[in-house]
């Protein structure tokens, strides 16, 4: 089956520095990768998505990029602010089920 | 807005009961999935399933059974609860026909002693 490895598994940066968080996935029949924030006590939230038919995708602060060659894709968070402080899972779609990576836990400091 | 709503936030149970955790979504979506999720972890799938009564085995059944009767409600049983799924447990469904969006319910916090 599909396995997803995601790094790192904590990170913290400085109120108004980047993230970035990294997946690798094991599948090449996988065509839709998201991502999800799961807050302390919250359910995760779809934040952002992509499929195997594009690059790379914007939503604000938010990007992730795709290399299917390489089969991994990527989490870009620009001008990071506390409130972005969360648990984000990258998942990768192969046949019927999403498959998680392990998670990041992101600190932003201010 | 896609509602998916879980009986319980929080369940304590004695180890040898059998358990129901019941999963609702509004959405007439064709697809519903039981995770578990611990630190560390991350998120595994149990079982998941397409369509009214089909069922599919994730990557950690053992311990598990479900049911799904109708297409919005789909049930997780611990037939004999024991101390290691003390966990949370989060429901999830997607639409089928190409729709590839997943969304979670707020999740049962199990405790079995």
């Known amino acids: 089956g599909e396995n997803v490895e995601q790094h790192p598994s904590t990170l913290s940066v400085q109120e108004g520095d980047s993230a970035v968080i990294k997946c690798t996935y094991s599948?090449?029949?996988?065509?839709?990768f998201p991502w999800y924030k799961q807050e302390l006590g919250k359910r995760p939230q779809l934040i952002i998505d992509?499929?195997?038919?594009?690059g790379e995708k914007k939503d604000q602060r938010i990007a992730v990029t795709l290399n299917k060659t390489a089969k991994h894709f990527s989490l870009h968070i620009t001008e990071t602010q506390p409130e972005d402080s969360a648990v984000y899972f990258c998942a990768a779609l192969a046949e019927d089920a999403l498959n998680f990576g392990k998670g990041t836990s992101l600190l932003v400091t201010p | 807005d896609v509602k998916v709503t879980q009986s319980s936030r929080y369940l304590v149970k004695r180890t040898g009961e059998k358990v129901f955790l019941e999963c609702v979504q509004d959405m007439d979506h064709e697809n519903m999935f039981w995770y578990r999720q611990d630190p560390g972890l991350g998120l595994r799938l149990i079982y998941f399933s397409y369509d009214v009564k089909m069922k599919e085995k994730g990557d950690i059944p053992e311990g598990y059974s479900v049911s799904r009767e109708k297409k919005e409600r789909f049930s997780l049983i611990l037939e004999s609860a024991s101390t290691n799924q003390t966990s949370m447990y989060l429901c999830?469904?997607?639409?089928?026909?190409?729709?590839?969006?997943?969304?979670f319910g707020p999740g049962t916090r199990l405790t079995v002693t």
């Open positions: 999830a469904s997607r639409a089928g026909a190409g729709r590839r969006e997943q969304y």
């Open positions: 599948d090449s029949a996988s065509n839709y």
């Open positions: 992509i499929r195997s038919n594009v």
